[in-house]
């Protein structure tokens, strides 16, 4: 996950071998002639992107907590279909969490081929997708359309609503799992997902730069 070209300035470049540094030289970056933007525009949409950069660090820990839980529940649910002692609302609390995963990952994961765009290059309802498709328009050297700049303001307020919903399925999960334990069955359960488009990454890459 390729984070947004760095800005215009004189960059420090340091060479790092076996974590220590051999060699430091500056670097300057210059300004694509052929692309129409102000440093202003340009400063917008860097910030932009690297917000919905680390808004994608979220969404994949999502991704990853949604893929443990359903390997492990297509497991479970092999083993608990042999077990005539385990009682019927258990099982039942099983069926439901895996259906709630899977309502989840067609809004979180991204599928197969990279595809999760709808027709003549609209964002499709998962979230994942709409992320990438915001980034990349933002990084495409021209200001945003208002419809990229639509996906881009759904996406960042859709992802944390998902994210909350995980959540509250990770909370169920751990629930069943301190059930099924009782019947020495395993479920592990992965931490609450923390998103972190805070700015951090943002900050952190503008006090490297030095402007002209």
């Not at 300057?28 to 002639?33: L, Q």
């Not at 297509?74 to 039942?92: C, F, M, N």
Request: charged content about 20%; cysteine-free.
């Amino acid at each position: 996950n390729a984070g947004p070209y760095v800005l215009p300035g004189v960059y420090t470049v340091s060479l790092v071998i076996g974590g220590k540094t051999i060699d430091t030289k500056p670097l300057r970056v210059t300004a694509d002639p052929d692309v129409l933007l102000t440093d202003a525009q340009r400063r917008q949409m860097f910030d932009m992107a690297m917000e919905v950069h680390e808004l994608q660090h979220g969404a994949a820990d999502g991704t990853n907590a949604i893929g443990a839980l359903t390997r492990q529940m297509t497991d479970l649910s092999s083993a608990i279909g042999t077990r005539s002692e385990i009682p019927a609302d258990v099982k039942s609390s099983l069926d439901a969490l895996q259906k709630e995963l899977t309502a989840l990952a067609a809004k979180l994961t991204v599928p197969a081929g990279g595809r999760g765009f709808g027709g003549r290059g609209g964002a499709s309802e998962n979230v994942s997708a709409r992320l990438a498709l915001a980034k990349n328009g933002l990084m495409a050297g021209m200001w945003p359309t208002e419809q990229l700049l639509r996906t881009y303001n759904d996406a960042k307020a859709e992802l944390p609503k998902v994210i909350a919903d995980l959540n509250g399925t990770i909370a169920k999960a751990a629930t069943l799992s301190a059930t099924l334990s009782t019947y020495n069955l395993t479920l592990t359960v992965p931490q609450p997902v923390k998103l972190r488009g805070d700015g951090t990454a943002r900050k952190k890459t503008s006090t490297n730069q030095i402007q002209d």
